[in-house]
């Protein structure tokens, strides 16, 4: 996992959490999901990429994922 | 600092400027090698360049990359309907298309967005509301129609995820909208600096009286007028509350500066998700600080449409963000947007702006509505200035008021002879959106337009 944000800083404990939750949901994406799960886990996922981007913790777009 | 922080974003809202660019730069690297992977237009555009991510080493390197306009982007949609070459994604890879409200009479662009976008587009808008005091449990209503003009769409789903109870005002009429404001005790409303003025009039005559509502915040977006002075006083006079301008467009998808709670005379641009530079409009080389000059934008948000340096034809006035003392590393735009390049009209010689004769107009209270109207008398350009005044008000006095306007429009626009002419009641335009006040009728045949 990465240690650093996009400026070289190290992450804090709430930014690995988080970046923790964020590679939990992209994994969860890539999975053959009933359409309950999918649709909400994709979602979810919109929201903390939001939220790992905007710390600068990562960039990038989630196309290939349908989010 | 936790839930009780000024900012929406702590982290990247107080770096300083050597490390916001860093930030910008590796954000920079990541879209533009994106954009040359994923976009037809992006593959092709940089080939024809000579242009590769790789030589992105500073942000100067930034101007490396020809800039985008809306005519690109139009021509593109023209050829490859319905959507061009810009988007990295087709309609089955998107959740949602808006428009843009055509006010160039080009007709309308299309703009895709994903799921994933859609949480960026209102994530700008949180960066407004909270910075400039929103906050749970106040009630906001959202005064817009709720169409395909992608307008306060962002600041609706903001509101909600920033926790406040929204009361979204869509298909109703001036009237219904005031007293709803009124009944549901909304402290916050978001509309276009014109419509809170056509709210503030439609109260009156209803015979309620808005500084007596609860309403602290008033969002303004969609017009210049936002950040004229004397536009946003009487605002806030009408209202009894402080009006705070934001402004974005179709083209990004939401917002790109909002001003803050210290009220600093203009808008922080989100420098996190974007690169805003300013250009001399002619020359394209950038002008330094406290010179005028064009909005050219590049965006980290959208992933269905990269936009690099795209000209916006907006004209700013960009001040290092020391000017305010709210703590932000973003810079400011001095008095918000300051006019559209495309919007000023020349008249025998002399560059007319809309906003600077709003600005004018707005001076005089008596005045409810006014409009310009540009013609062409033989080979000689004629202006007007129609005014519908408030009901009620003393018009023995017109004279005097017309001979004040004529004087001082003349005094803002180099001598230029400006006929004020006194319009009936209800004679002109009301706008709920973007307000076109400004006519030109010299290309167009007698008759066929106001």
Known sequence: MTIEDLIGSPLTDTEKRLLGVYCELKALCGEDLDPVAAANVRAALALMHTAVCSLGLVYEHLSDLGV | MGSDSPYWNPKTETLDRERL???????LRRQCDWAAARSPWYKRAFAQSGFSPDQLRSLADLRRIEPLTRSDWMASQAEHPPYGELPTIDGAGAIRVHTTSGTTGQGPLRALDSRKDWAWIAEMWCYALWGCGVRPPDTAYVAF??????????LHYAVEKVGVLNVPGGAQSTEARVRQIVDFEATVVASTPTYALRLAQEAHSLGLDLRESAVE?????????GSIPVTKALIEEQWGAKAFDTAGMTEIGT???FE???QPGGTHIIEDHFIEEVLDPDSLAPVGYGERGERVVTSFGRGAIPLLRYRTADLVCRVPAARCSCGRGFDIYEGGILGRADDMKLVRGTNVYPRAIEAVVREHLEVDEFQTRITRDGIRDEITLLVELKPGWDSSRWDRLADDLHRELGLAFEGLNFRIECARAGELPRFELKAKRTVDLRDVPMGAAR
């Open chain 2, 217 to 225: 915040r008033v969002i303004l977006s969609g017009e210049p007028a």
């Open chain 2, 145 to 154: 129609g709720y169409g395909s003009f992608i307008g306060f769409w962002g």
């Open chain 2, 21 to 27: 660019e860093a930030l910008q730069l590796a954000k």
């Open chain 2, 260 to 262: 803050c709670a210290h």
């Open chain 2, 255 to 257: 917002i790109m500066v």
